[in-house]
């Protein structure tokens, strides 16, 4: 299998967060698509998501918004 492509490659709900994960232009299209147009990355934020446990693409947007929820 080919390393995911954090730059180019097609991001969905579904794909797995891998130990090759960066916080390309790519994935922030991807979260302001699902979060809205207040997206932003934090350094909390992007530890949790490089912490070595198993998500998807979507459980990381998810998160985001309940970590931003009013």
């Known amino acids: ?7 180019s490659d097609q991001i969905t709900n579904e794909t797995m967060v891998t130990a ?6 790519n994935v922030r299209r991807f979260m302001t698509e699902a979060c809205g147009p ?16 198993p998500k998807t693409m979507g459980q990381v ?5 309940r970590r931003h929820e009013p």
């Open 61 to 65: 947007a998810c998160e985001w918004l």
């Open 20 to 25: 090759s994960y960066r916080n390309t232009q």
């Open 38 to 53: 207040a997206f932003k990355f934090d350094r909390d934020f992007m530890g949790w998501i490089k912490d070595g446990t």
């Open 1 to 7: 299998m080919n390393q995911f492509d954090w730059h």
